[in-house]
T-cell receptor
């Protein structure tokens, strides 16, 4: 079955710590995305990548970093510079920029 | 920035009734998409309607688009308890650098 796998499902971060969220897809999609969802809010775009070795900042990129070394993988690092990281993080992929996006089941990040 | 604004914010209906959800947006679009999110899960794409289309159907779902009013509606007919979820509209604006932009969502509760 093709899909997107996010891990871990739950993650806790200590003060001053960087944490990395994993996102893997086997849909052969070129484009991948990271979103942040806060309670009662829509999705806000953190970073997106339309092709391997290339990515662009979204609306709220400060305090986050990404890499796209393989087509299947798009990990997100939440750095210590992100002062309010508690949120639900969603990874998605699509065939192209205007196409429907397929989502993973998210990682919930909390502060210890 | 969030372009799509859904209305109402919350909707509670009895099983078997129809549910109508509305979305308004501000700028010209390439297409508009509706997604569903079950609690604690990722989003699932429901339907995409292009700017030159007025209506689309998929099973019990009917989506309309009125570009002159910059609005769309999602109708779920003969609702079921399993339709209980949050529903989001998302727009792709026209323009070279446009991205999928989500509204804040509508919480639908279907009472058995």
């Amino acid at each position: 079955d093709g899909g997107i796998t996010q891990s871990p499902k739950y993650l806790f971060r200590k003060e001053g710590q960087n944490v990395t969220l994993s996102c893997e897809q086997n849909l052969n999609h070129d484009a991948m995305y990271w979103y942040r969802q806060d309670p009662g809010q829509g999705l806000r775009l953190i970073y997106y990548s339309q092709i391997v070795n290339d990515f662009q900042k979204g609306d709220i990129a400060e305090g986050y970093s990404v890499s796209r070394e393989k087509k299947e993988s798009f990990p997100l690092t939440v750095t210590s510079a992100q002062k309010n990281p508690t949120a639900f993080y969603l990874c998605a992929s699509s065939l192209g920029r205007f196409q429907p996006q397929h989502f993973g089941d998210g990682t919930r990040l909390s502060i210890l | 920035s969030q372009q799509g604004e859904e209305d109402p914010q919350a909707l509670s209906i009895q099983e078997g009734e129809n549910a109508t959800m509305n979305c308004s947006y501000k700028t010209s679009i390439n297409n508009l998409q509706w997604y569903r999110q079950n609690s604690g899960r990722g989003l699932v794409h429901l339907i995409l309607i292009r700017s030159n289309e007025r209506e689309k159907h998929s099973g019990r779902l009917r989506v309309t688009l009125d570009t002159s009013k910059k609005s769309s509606s999602l109708l779920i007919t003969a609702s079921r308890a399993a339709d209980t979820a949050s529903y989001f509209c998302a727009t792709v604006a026209t323009g070279a650098n446009s991205k999928l932009t989500f509204g804040k969502g509508i919480t639908l509760s279907v009472r058995p």
